[in-house]
């Protein structure tokens, strides 16, 4: 293990039994405590006063620790402003007899400094000194404006839920309640429980929350829940020693092999206690994945809202995925993992057979879930492991073949879709496959981007009424990457264009994100652009102002 980088604070835990659970992982409350911990040490590192904490960003867990490794949890301010500072957080877990490394988590957290006495303190900036610092710098501006826009995109999203379709209907089997989830626990304030400020120790809350929140996710699985993420969300307030926390905890929605779990906390003093009035300090909501004890995943089953109550939590929690979704791809720094194969002439309908085939495949994929519904637009994602795939569902009002035809032509993309600035064929590959030399505008960076793609085009076969347009990124020495642009990537994408009737059809647009993309998508699914949304509409309204007559002028 390296040791810490100037301004970086390292904090290393043997796991004991008494950090585990029943499974003999690590307790992801006792984890949630040394994270905070460590997060705290740094932001009072670089302010040299003391500091609280003001909120907590989403924190996936991607791998499990378990008794006898080893933690290492490392902590940095990526960002000051003025009061207020950015801690990244980073986790990892060490094996001591393979000594091998495995990253559980990177999160952020926002620390304030508390001022001695009145005056008021202005945090000094930090120093940047690799690259690295540079990137996660210009990120922490980002993912402050996220977490400054958070609650207006959620009422926004409630307000949107309302013109989405309920999927559950009265006449759906295996729907259940939520009312045998609601758990409700008390804690008493100790002087072991406060940190050095004298208030409740934030990271021992969060602690605290988890245990209740977890009981709640095993009331409805019946299996064993595993902590997956928990929500951004901030402190409201403070508690001391002598308050009774009362921790409330209830499962809000089910997504499949998830299931959320919202905690809500209010703090008594005695007064308080004897006149039943608390103060509502935190509220926070937790995603759980389960295991049956064949160690395999659990699916969980469909809530049905019973209540007007029951329904503002079932949308809420639709709502935060959502979000959760965008924030986790906006406020992330993915490197550029190169999928392009190299074209080959000689080899040229392999390659043309296999992007088709490798769209079908994407389309073919199950467990897609409805992010946005508007007039004739809806829009789907799916999450696998670290994958992001998008599915945009258009009804337009022309025949099948038109559209075909006119999607299928990329040098008129530039005419609907905003992110092309130019579209170019390069290589008439054959009548059905071209290659194309794409230009976008500039989307993160200072740079605009460039793609070279095969795209493949495929008639509907006699007992079928479906178009296909398979596009994927292609490498061609002819066409290398120029200094003007960012040379980025389609991994797969593509239309699926299906005729519901003589005059009628949808049309549906594929695309398995890549970190290159990332950018044009992530503000929509987090709820605070319509990028996608104006560009679906700008596509139907292209196809239908079309006539059959320009078809002979495209090809």
């Not at 791998?63 to 957080?89: D, L, N, P």
């Not at 000689?346 to 879930?369: H, I, P, T, Y």
Request: one cysteine or more; aromatic letters at 8%; proline letters at 4%.
């Amino acid at each position: 293990m390296e040791p810490p980088a100037a301004g970086e604070v390292h904090m290393s835990q043997a796991i004991q039994p008494a950090h585990a659970n029943a499974r003999g992982e690590l307790s992801a409350g006792q984890l949630l405590k040394w994270i905070d911990t460590t997060a705290c040490l740094a932001a009072e590192k670089h302010a040299g006063v003391s500091c609280v904490t003001a909120s907590v960003d989403d924190i996936q867990f991607e791998e499990t620790a378990r008794v006898g490794q080893v933690i290492t949890i490392k902590a940095k301010v990526t960002r000051a402003f003025s009061t207020s500072m950015e801690i990244g957080i980073k986790v990892i877990v060490q094996d001591i007899f393979t000594d091998t490394e495995k990253l559980i988590s990177v999160a952020f957290s926002t620390f304030v400094a508390k001022p001695v006495g009145e005056e008021k303190i202005y945090l000094k900036p930090v120093t940047l000194v690799t690259e690295q610092d540079h990137v996660e710098h210009n990120l922490a501006s980002e993912r402050r404006k996220v977490r400054l826009q958070h609650e207006d995109t959620f009422q926004n999203l409630m307000k949107e839920s309302s013109k989405v379709d309920d999927p559950i209907c009265d006449e759906e089997e295996g729907t259940v309640s939520t009312r045998g989830t609601a758990i409700q626990s008390i804690e008493l304030v100790l002087p072991p429980h406060a940190n050095h400020h004298g208030n409740t120790f934030g990271g021992q809350i969060m602690a605290w929350m988890e245990t209740v929140a977890t009981i709640s996710a095993s009331r409805l699985c019946r299996a064993h829940p595993l902590l997956k993420s928990v929500d951004m969300f901030k402190f409201r307030g403070p508690s001391v020693v002598g308050d009774r926390l009362v921790f409330n905890a209830i499962v809000n929605n089910t997504f499949q092999t998830c299931v959320e779990v919202g905690v809500r906390v209010e703090a008594f003093n005695c007064q308080e206690w004897s006149e039943g009035r608390g103060r509502h300090i935190n509220s926070a909501f937790l995603i759980y994945n389960a295991v049956d004890d064949k160690e395999e995943r659990v699916t969980f089953p469909r809530i049905k809202p019973m209540s007007k109550d029951d329904l503002r939590r079932y949308h809420g929690a639709v709502a935060r995925k959502r979000i959760r979704l965008g924030r986790k791809y906006v406020t992330s720094h993915r490197e550029e993992v190169p999928f392009g194969v190299h074209w080959d002439v000689s080899n040229q309908v392999s390659l043309s057979d296999g992007n088709v085939e490798a769209f079908q495949k994407l389309v073919a994929k199950r467990g897609w879930e409805v992010t946005s519904a508007v007039e004739k637009i809806k829009i789907y994602t799916l999450e696998e492991h670290d994958i992001l795939s998008v599915w945009v569902e258009k009804q337009v009002e022309k025949p099948a073949h038109l559209a075909y035809h006119l999607l299928s032509d990329f040098t008129k993309r530039p005419l609907w879709d905003p992110h092309y600035m130019s579209c170019e064929v390069i290589d008439w590959v054959s009548e059905d496959d071209q290659i194309y030399y794409i230009t976008c505008p500039i989307a993160n960076g200072t740079k605009p981007k460039d793609l070279v793609v095969l795209v493949s085009r495929r008639r509907p076969l006699k007992d079928s009424d479906t178009y296909v347009v398979a596009a994927k990124s292609v490498v061609l020495p002819s066409v290398p990457p120029s200094p003007q642009y960012t040379r980025s990537e389609i991994v797969c994408a593509g239309f699926l264009i299906h005729a519901a009737g003589s005059s009628s059809c949808t049309v549906s647009y594929f695309n398995q994100v890549s970190a290159s993309i990332l950018p044009y998508f992530a503000g929509n699914l987090g709820g605070w652009s319509k990028s996608i949304e104006e560009t679906a509409a700008s596509c139907i309204q292209f196809i239908e102002n079309a006539t059959d007559e320009g078809l002979l002028s495209i090809f």
